[in-house]
């Protein structure tokens, strides 16, 4: 993480709605962002869970890399695929017109720099362009590696100028349908721009962290307020915080960049072998090929899993992890207390040999040694429109 | 019945040598919802200004401490299996626990409702 302190922070379009809405704020990636509003972190989590929640995403990097010329089909897909490539183990050229994929950009020992979403486009006219979606707090590095990679090659554009706005949640589909129509016919990781709209023209993508169905829409910065404006006028949509954002992307068994996930962890550890593609493993061009393959074909020493405290008490970062013989065997990279599950939640790392689905495990916490055992992820069942 | 007020935004009602301390109302909206409480076992020994107790939220762990020294002659268990009860009624249902103080020359450092609320006001 970069230090912060001496560094004003970062504003996102909507700084001012939330101010309004009496957000309580707090630094996350560098930006000022909502962590919670009134209604607090236990309903507003509730709350997506059974209608639809808002939730300020701006902080995020969007970014378009393009070739110089645009157009030209599969061929131009490929080119600007085989850059990106370059950086991450999924595979990119075989993605179909329209389809986001969740992967990781690499460093040359395998390490993971960041997760990211990958976009193709799905209109013709725009073949040669990847929609590419980077986390807050890397995204800095991330945009100067994904440049620096491309070169001479592509065109690496910040979207720095729009605000990202999730609506997430089971009645998410039918807020939008009366707002963005476009965009319902999109099913889970998918996209399309849609021109013209009351906002200028917009990105919606079908994604999101929550586990639930829903939107990520990206607009022009100076339409960001009127849009969020816009669904909040619903009565099945309130604003969500970063504090019930996390909770519920826990209890979707997704990764937090920083906590679950970084450079000292491969995708085999963390559980993410999925991300490495057929086509990228038979070629083996991937950056820290060696050692992944060989991961994949030898496993790895500890691995990420979901963890379910037995008892009450939450265990948070950091906490150990014993076998039922006080032997450490790994440590919880984040946890908390799952409002939908009504108990606590986590995800670690542990060796290996404790990986299965109900294994015993002891958490140290407070000095002492409370029951859990691994649980399989997600937590909460995943309710995306496929 | 005099109630006081620590900087950690701890409450202690003292009758006789016995004082029921809880978290303030203040410190409990800060908190947010409260999904998870340890207290200490009844006859434990406790230090001023020492971790007495726990209070976890869904973001985070907070130490509860001990506005004076002294035992805990009761704990109370409503809130152990109803968290949310430190939300709904702080300086009330919401208490921790008894503490028989082993010296009540402590409470003079403590603050009064006025002062406790004017250090809230500047927090």
Known sequence: MTDVSNTPLKTTPLHGLHTRLGARMAEFGGYDMPIQYADGIMTEHNWTRSHAGLFDVSHMGPSFLSLPQLGGGDQAHRKVASIIERLVPSDIAGLAPGKVQLTVLLDANGGIIDDLMIGRPPRDDQQGMLYIVVNAGTKENDFSLIAKTAGAEAELHRADDRALIAIQGPEAEAVITGILPEAVPLTFMTFHEIKNTAFGNVIATRCGYTGEDGFEILVPAEHGEAFANRLLEDPRVKPIGLGARDSLRLEGGMCLYGHDIDISKTPVAASLSWMVSKARRERGDFPGADRILRELKEGVPSRRVGIRPLGRAPAREGTEIQNTDGETIGVVTSGGFGPTVNGPVAQGYVDTTYTKTGTPLKLIVRGRALEAEVAALPFVPAKYKR | ?123
Do not use: R
């Open chain 2, 1 to 123: 019945m005099t109630t006081y007020y620590t900087s950690e935004h701890e409450w202690i009602s003292v009758d006789g040598d016995v004082g029921t301390v809880g978290i303030t109302k203040f410190a409990a909206e800060k908190l947010g919802d409260v999904v998870f409480v340890e207290l200490p076992d009844v006859g434990k020994s406790v230090k001023k200004e020492a971790d007495m107790a726990v209070v976890e939220s869904v973001k985070a762990a907070s130490d509860v401490y001990a506005p004076v020294t002294g035992e805990v002659t009761a704990a109370n268990a409503a809130i152990v299996d109803e968290p949310a009860k430190v939300n709904e009624d702080p300086e009330g249902g919401g208490w921790f626990v008894k503490i028989k103080l082993a010296d009540m020359g402590q409470l003079t450092g403590l603050m009064d409702k006025a002062a406790y609320e004017a250090f809230c006001a500047s927090q």
